[in-house]
Structures are given as structure tokens and as C-alpha cells.
């Protein structure tokens, strides 16, 4: 598993692509892309482009670790 790149939430933009979400969770770019297809990933589609609000990806976090944040 690769290290994250961030050490804090707040350090995070208001957006986040599957390029970040990937590096947040210390996963592949693939895998990144793959969570932001999952149907229990809120995300918004601007154009042909796919973001997540961080306030819904720390939430998602949160539920999919028991609340280990």
C-alpha cells in the first residue's frame, strides 16, 4: 500500500478526482478511479470530469471504517 501524501483533512481541497482519492487513501490511480464509480460514492459529474465533495469523501470514509478517523 503506498503512504499517503496527506497528513490532515484539512489540508484536502473542497473537490476531490480519483487522482487525489487515490492518493488520500494510499491506493493505485486504477483503484481511485474504481471508488469513484461505486454506487455509495457520492460524486458530481462536471462535464466528462467525475469530483467528490470532501465533506461527503470524509464521510464515506467514516462509515467505512467504523468511524476510525
Known sequence: MKESVYK???ELP???NS???A???GVSLSSGYELMHQPDFTVLRVSNCM???KDKFMQWVEEH???AI
Open 51 to 53: 469530483v467528490m465533495p
Open 8 to 10: 490532515s483533512y484539512d
Open 14 to 16: 473542497l473537490f476531490l
Open 23 to 25: 492518493k488520500v487513501l
Open 65 to 67: 471504517t467504523g468511524g
Open 19 to 21: 487522482e487525489l482519492v
